[in-house]
């Protein structure tokens, strides 16, 4: 390889990522594919991340489902008004700043596209039970994901609502107080923080957005 193809073959790498704490941050948004998963990045800790771990300790609360409509870019996700899809400019001006993680392997896009559009309309779980018809944004990605053989990617694993020491966070107790329930701590789910450290998720660039924080989207 010659000297001049390899300065243009690097300078063109350097312009499509610049390496930000160890982490390639993003400005073409053309290497963005469909069904990346894009993990939200709050500032400062809540009632999800403290309960929670991100990958690299990042204080993950919200994932969505990246998707090419009519060639534009958007985000199926679960929020507080229920499963939508958002345009992604509306997704990058939110607080903090996201993570775009690529699943590894033999994934079935056009099949968890279609699985994950099925799903727009449903109403959001704020309870974050597997029981029932409304969906979180970790769920909606566990109840999509599928590979080329129909398996699904993501399992479920053991809700956990407690601290580094243990305990039940009060935030939590309360909440649930308020609905009647008993913490479901221990019952079947997800959330976005360990989908982030998932041996089949590559985390492959950083999505800069604004800086101050408005609250969690999980």
């Avoid at 607080?95 to 727009?120: M, P």
């Avoid at 969906?135 to 109840?143: A, G, T």
């Avoid at 998932?198 to 408005?214: D, W």
């Amino acid at each position: 390889m010659t000297q001049t193809r390899l300065f243009v073959i690097t300078f063109i790498a350097f312009i499509c990522t610049i390496v930000v704490n160890g982490q390639n941050e993003l400005n073409d948004m053309s290497l963005l594919r469909d069904c990346d998963l894009l993990f939200h990045v709050s500032m400062e800790d809540n009632a999800i991340t403290s309960v929670t771990e991100g990958t690299n300790l990042q204080k993950i609360d919200h994932v969505s489902i990246f998707l090419y409509r009519e060639g534009r870019p958007y985000v199926i996700e679960a929020i507080d008004k229920g499963v939508v899809i958002t345009p992604l400019d509306s997704v990058l001006v939110r607080s903090g700043y996201h993570l775009v993680g690529r699943v590894r392997g033999s994934l079935d896009k056009e099949r968890t596209l279609h699985r994950a559009e099925a799903f727009l309309g449903r109403s959001y779980d704020h309870m974050f039970l597997s029981d029932n018809t409304a969906i979180y944004c970790s769920e909606l990605v566990e109840l999509s994901y599928v590979l080329t053989n129909g398996k699904k990617v993501f399992n479920t694993i053991p809700m956990t609502f407690t601290s580094t020491d243990g305990v039940i966070l009060p935030y939590w107790q309360s909440f649930y107080a308020e609905h009647g329930m008993e913490v479901p701590e221990g019952q079947p789910g997800t959330n976005p923080g360990e989908l982030s450290r998932r041996k089949c998720v590559k985390i492959k660039y950083v999505l800069k957005g604004a800086q101050k924080r408005t609250g969690s989207k999980e």
